[in-house]
């Protein structure tokens, strides 16, 4: 069961071993982006959602792919593109701190061009494109990974 300051999360539809996660964690109150996203994405709905750093987006995303992934824990089941390294690190750092429960495995896969290859600036947003175009291909590669 939830601790009492989890409540929110619970009456969210966040499952208790999730509140568990998110009390060890020192979360205790959803935030704003929390409150509007999770009961949408966890009833199966598409979202699109927008909120300044370090409002708690990433919980917003990661509990309710965390809390299917404990329904059936077999295979790749989540894949989550980001356009630069460091947060790809950043969320795979939150996955597994919230996935400890369940023995979460993850594996980041970075690709793309370093800044010295580029002379225009953007080689950010050409990498994060060609990632999403590779996407298949990561996905049928993962054997290889381990």
């Not at 996203?37 to 927008?50: E, N, S, V």
């Amino acid at each position: 069961m939830c601790a009492a300051f989890s409540a929110l999360f619970q009456s969210l539809g966040i499952s208790p071993w999730l509140c568990g996660a998110l009390g060890s964690l020192g979360i205790r109150t959803p935030t704003a982006i929390q409150v509007a996203a999770l009961p949408p994405i966890l009833a199966g709905r598409d979202l699109i959602g927008k909120a300044k750093t370090g409002s708690g987006k990433t919980a917003a995303f990661a509990l309710p792919i965390l809390q299917q992934l404990a329904k059936d824990p077999f295979g790749i089941f989540a894949l989550v593109l980001t356009p630069t390294r460091e947060l790809a690190f950043q969320l795979a750092e939150q996955f597994r701190a919230l996935g400890t429960e369940i023995n979460l495995r993850d594996v980041v896969v970075i690709g793309g061009l370093g800044r010295a290859d580029s002379s225009d600036g953007n080689d950010c947003v050409r990498a994060a494109v060609r990632t999403a175009a590779r996407s298949f291909t990561c996905l049928h590669t993962v054997a290889r990974l381990n």
